[in-house]
């Protein structure tokens, strides 16, 4: 997994064999829900604005 910040953007890039990825993030660790960030990407990488601090996860899905 690659993290980039650049300017007022953040972008994942990751390895994977699923067709489909779901990233979720949470801004804090003693939180107990992971969010969706946005849609399932296409692809394996994903760029939001980065308004703060966040964690994050990525999930492989199962293609429909």
Do not use: C, M
Request: glycine share 8%.
């Amino acid at each position: 997994l690659d993290i980039v910040r650049a300017g007022d953007d953040v972008t994942l890039r990751w390895r994977g064999n699923h067709e489909l990825y779901q990233v979720q993030k949470k801004t804090s660790l003693t939180e107990t829900t992971w969010q969706n960030a946005g849609s399932p990407p296409t692809g394996t990488n994903f760029t939001e604005a980065a308004s703060s601090n966040a964690f994050y996860r990525i999930q492989g899905l199962q293609a429909p």
